[in-house]
């Protein structure tokens, strides 16, 4: 028992945003009368909200370097307009269309991290420009009206779901069977490194510790899976989030790359003495940023089968605030994507959760605004314990 | 025999789970220089905490008496009002602020919130003769040198009308003549019956201008040393700070010395925002293995911005001249290529460009090069954690894991974070500036020690550093730099303090 306490002690800020989410969940199941965990409702939640998710990863690791970026939610609504003047006024195929949109996003995070990076002017400044400039500039593309609707495969980028191979009426086997999967390969991950940490004399999880926090992720896994397998399987959507979940949770603990960004993110000129090439670093976040951008761009563009000049509006807030609820740091060099990503659901449940409360947009903004301030007292009150 | 103006008795504090100070009485006579030493972490700066207030009032036990009157501070401010005043090896001043803004910081000249600054103005040009700092009031802290932002910093005390002044590590990043500057500035106030309460560890000052020596040891008080009464030498007070006598300051190495491993030829650099400046002019500098040569001068004389242009280009413009490895020509024009040649440099300023402080000293040690513990970018944990690890071991870094903090270390420990980062690098010439500024005796001698063990392994180490004892106790060559240029070159065994300090002079004017 006393292990487990100074466990948790230890890890209070890992696990206390995710005690917070699993209090909100809780609550608004509450609130809803059960509707918020319902098949139907998940897939929406997931479908309404993965922008946020998608590019809570890249903000994170702009963030962590040390920047920010305020364009993001204007760079997706332009992205979302050139896909959608590509494909309806020019009828380019949907495929093709999503790579050269990938590769704009590039080119746009590669224009702003050029003057952020290489010519030195704040970040804020530049993503400011870039806002306003690409909020422009959909404007420009659409001339002021929605263009839409999209050709189906395009649509299914966002509403679709993975196919089922079983055909058992009513019931997806196939998601089970990922889950299933899912589950054994985390398993086996977790077994792995232990004895790995163990031969090499690291402090490790006492057993039943361990054990009780791979049955509580693998019911997590196997529960979800159970639930969407009643309605209509997974959606496209959340496959997609949980490879850039894995990919980037990845990136950020284990590569140099993911190391060079937290040193440069925590001083960037001992990062620089140490021979990391912090310009170029700097300026590849931001062309990542630019990626995945226009990956969320295209995905609200494909949910609604239409391009908006409003789209995006007030993305790059509810990204921000994921990323700095998740436990980053404004100053830069501390920050987790799983933060990030239980920081992108918290907002996600929360706009979820209220809307169906009947809760207006006004109190919607406000009350997130408060949780936001909340988080990060918590953070600054955790770091200030550990010291 | 005069009287005393303050007194701390029995005074212990109490972190958790350490005993910063156990029963520490210390007392001040009016109008003396009264040199507090010890190593660090002896208890030095948390017992002037308590003093000023930083540590409130009941968060510590025992009593302080100011001028008779017993004082329980539960702010600076508080202490301020009385006349005591505490000024910081970090100085707080605002860069962007003239210098009678700064004064006047906290203290502000006027009525209402509104501020006076003819009065203002007046006030300070009778404050700066005072410190004998001949600058305009209106000129901005940024553009005076650290010398005389200190004695800005001293102004400031004197504008509140300061009974006691203390001052931590006062001289520790001033050069010789303004050291001696700031000494004379301190016996001029003893003779108006301002008394100071010097924390240094420069010992050679400490005895210059002490009244009497109180060293801490631990968090408890050993002594304290009337100068006036007895014969005190340096030895006696590291005696007495370390517990034992250290017979040498500076540890035996025997000296093998192999081919030239390093070369520079007509090294040019100009300064980088002045055009016509030359800050390294026409250098010419080698180092062979197993050579620990010696870069001495005096602050501003260009031993750094040398360092670091051959380091990849990291400072100045228009740099020209020919970097040589083994004899042959090696392109050091980035860090990355500086790196991969072998050269390391060891920064002067552990904090501002040696460390991440906010990582753990595994993520600070292996930064510089991850390629040795990764495979196709993925980095290896155990591998990591394993070799680190035997990193901690060999230079004895005090830590309760790797995965401590750097910000959470002391000076000395941070240090070795420092070598221990280009030793994982696994460089063979080493730039190392200032390595010991800033710790105490003992950490001192185990850098010494490193930096002996490297040199026995055969890499060229060049050092630089503003101690000219420490040059000439574990260098075998010296290089003397004056105003960017090499003035002199002399072995170790030759050089006496006396000779080098008459190169520099000779060549400041």
């Given at each position: 028992m006393k292990t487990l306490l100074t466990f948790l002690r230890k890890n209070v800020r890992d696990y206390g945003i995710l005690i917070a989410l699993i209090v909100i969940i809780v609550f608004f199941q509450n609130t809803t009368n059960g509707i918020l965990l319902r098949p139907i409702n998940i897939t929406n939640l997931v479908l309404q909200n993965s922008y946020i998710v998608i590019m809570a990863c890249g903000m994170l690791l702009v963030i962590v370097a040390g920047g920010i970026d305020l364009s993001v939610g204007s760079v997706a609504a332009f992205i979302g307009a050139v896909a959608a003047v590509f494909m309806v006024?020019?009828?380019?195929?949907w495929f093709l269309t999503i790579v050269l949109s990938l590769i704009l996003g590039g080119l746009i995070g590669a224009f702003q991290g050029y003057w952020i990076?290489?010519?030195?002017?704040?970040a804020f400044i530049v993503t400011l420009a870039g806002m306003l400039i690409f909020r422009g500039l959909t404007l420009v593309m659409l001339q002021g009206e929605a263009v839409g609707p999209f050709a189906v495969p395009f649509q299914r980028l966002s509403s679709g779901f993975i196919p089922d191979f079983f055909n058992y009426d009513g019931f997806h086997v196939t998601t089970v069977l990922i889950g299933v999967i899912f589950s054994v390969l985390i398993v086996v991950i977790d077994l792995i490194n232990r004895s790995k940490q163990k031969k090499y004399g690291f402090e490790v999880l006492p057993f039943y510790l361990m054990v009780v926090k791979n049955l509580l992720i693998v019911g997590a896994v196997l529960g979800l899976c159970w639930l969407m397998a009643s309605y209509k399987g997974l959606p496209t959507v959340m496959i997609i989030l949980f490879v850039l979940i894995i990919l980037y949770t990845f990136v950020t603990s284990q590569t140099v790359i993911g190391r060079r960004i937290y040193a440069m993110g925590g001083n960037v000129k001992a990062a620089m003495l140490s021979g990391v090439n912090t310009e170029r670093l700097y300026f590849l976040t931001f062309v990542n940023m630019g990626v995945l951008a226009a990956l969320a761009g295209l995905i609200v563009a494909a949910r609604l089968n239409v391009a908006t000049p409003k789209a995006g509006d007030g993305f790059e807030l509810d990204v921000i605030a994921a990323v700095f609820i998740g436990g980053a740091s404004a100053t830069g060099g501390i920050g987790k994507i799983i933060g990030a990503v239980v920081g992108a659901f918290m907002i996600g449940v929360m706009n979820n959760g209220m809307s169906i409360m009947g809760i207006g947009i006004d109190w919607q903004q406000a009350i997130k605004g408060i949780v936001l301030l909340l988080a990060v007292l918590f953070d600054v009150y955790s770091k200030k314990k550990i010291q | 025999m005069s009287d005393v103006i303050l007194e701390m008795r029995n005074i212990t504090k109490v972190f958790p789970g350490v005993k910063a100070l156990d029963n520490v009485s210390f007392s001040v006579r009016e109008g003396e220089i009264h040199a507090l030493v010890g190593e660090n972490g002896a208890g030095k700066s948390t017992l002037m905490q308590v003093l000023s207030g930083?540590?409130?009032?009941?968060?510590?036990?025992g009593t302080i008496y100011f001028k008779g009157k017993e004082c329980q501070f539960r702010n600076i401010t508080q202490s301020e009002d009385v006349g005591l005043v505490i000024i910081h090896q970090e100085l707080a001043l605002v860069p962007f602020l003239s210098i009678v803004e700064n004064l006047f910081?906290?203290?502000?000249?006027?009525k209402n919130g509104i501020i006076d600054w003819n009065k203002a103005v007046s006030m300070s040009e009778g404050l700066l003769e005072k410190v004998g700092l001949e600058e305009a009031p209106a000129t901005l802290v940024k553009d005076l040198g650290v010398g005389k932002q200190q004695l800005v910093e001293i102004a400031k005390a004197l504008a509140k009308e300061v009974q006691l002044l203390i001052l931590d590590e006062p001289t520790a990043s001033l050069n010789d003549s303004d050291s001696e500057k700031l000494l004379d500035l301190l016996r001029q106030f003893r003779e108006n019956g301002i008394s100071s309460i010097l924390i240094s560890h420069k010992l050679s000052e400490v005895l210059k201008v002490a009244d009497s020596i109180t060293i801490l040891r631990d968090g408890a008080t050993i002594e304290t040393l009337d100068c006036r009464k007895d014969e005190i030498t340096e030895d006696r007070i590291i005696r007495g700070m370390v517990g034992r006598d250290l017979t040498h300051r500076f540890p035996e190495r025997d000296v093998k010395i192999g081919k030239t491993i390093f070369e520079v030829k007509d090294w040019n650099v100009y300064h980088p925002l002045q055009e016509d400046r030359k800050v390294s002019d026409d250098i010419n500098l080698y180092v062979r293995e197993g050579e620990v040569v010696g870069v001495a001068g005096l602050m501003g004389a260009g031993r750094t911005e040398l360092a670091m242009s051959i380091f990849g280009r990291s400072y100045g413009k228009d740099i020209s001249g020919k970097a040589f490895k083994y004899g042959e020509e090696i392109d050091v024009s980035t860090i990355q290529k500086a790196i991969a040649h072998g050269i390391a440099y060891a920064t002067e300023d552990r904090k501002a460009y040696g460390l991440?402080?906010?990582?753990p000293i595994k993520d600070n040690i292996s930064i510089a090069n991850l390629a040795s513990v990764s495979n196709y970018g993925v980095i290896e944990d155990p591998k990591e954690f394993s070799m680190v690890r035997e990193f901690r071991d060999m230079l004895d870094i005090r830590c309760s894991s790797v995965l401590q903090l750097a910000l959470n270390l002391s000076g000395g420990n941070q240090q070795k974070v420092v070598l221990s980062k280009w030793l994982f690098a696994n460089q063979d010439i080493l730039f190392l500036d200032?390595?010991?500024?800033?710790?105490?005796v003992g950490a001192k001698y185990e850098i010494y020690t490193i930096i002996n063990q490297l040199a026995s392994e055969g890499k060229g180490i060049v050092l630089l550093s503003s101690e000219l004892p420490e040059l000439l106790g574990i260098c075998d060559r010296i290089y003397v730099m004056s105003k960017g240029k090499i003035v002199a070159e002399m072995k170790a065994s030759d050089a006496t303090q006396e000779k080098v300090m008459k190169h520099i002079m000779n060549n400041t004017r």
């Open positions: 006024r020019y009828n380019m195929h990076s290489y010519a030195k002017i704040p | 930083v540590h409130p009032y009941g968060s510590y036990e910081l906290g203290n502000e000249q006027g991440v402080l906010i990582h200032e390595p010991t500024r800033g710790i105490d």
